[in-house]
């Protein structure tokens, strides 16, 4: 079964850092990264890494998050610092499947930011 399963989401205040894994298992993985969706907002485009090692962030977080992947370990993570309210959302972890190009999601991880 491929399966992306994520940890590391919580509450943390406004200037804080969390770190957002996610470990996959059952496939390896072109592209991992995150998204994340806020109430009443679509989901969005957080980070991306691929395989080559080519990373791609919107520009909100830029400067302020950091995605990173263990091969060995099938895993991606996100490190999240000077988090702000706006940060606030449900993160999933994202992968794009080596040879079949297929989409797989995690289950989400909530992150909250108090201000």
């Known amino acids: 079964q491929v399966q992306l399963v994520e940890s590391g989401g919580g509450l943390v205040q406004a200037g804080g850092s969390l770190r957002l894994s996610c470990l996959a298992s059952?496939?390896?993985?072109?592209?991992m990264g995150w998204y994340r969706q806020a109430p009443t907002k679509q989901r969005e485009l957080v980070a991306m890494?691929?395989?080559?090692?080519?990373?791609d962030y919107v520009d909100a977080v830029k400067g302020r998050f950091t995605i990173s992947r263990d091969y060995a370990k099938k895993a991606v993570y996100l490190q999240m610092n000077s988090l702000k309210p706006e940060d606030t959302a449900v993160y999933y972890c994202?992968?794009?499947?080596?040879?079949?190009?297929?989409?797989?999601w995690g289950q989400g991880t909530l992150v909250t930011v108090s201000s």
């Open positions: 890494m691929s395989s080559d090692g080519t990373t």
């Open positions: 994202y992968g794009r499947r080596i040879i079949t190009e297929s989409e797989v």
């Open positions: 059952g496939s390896s993985f072109r592209l």
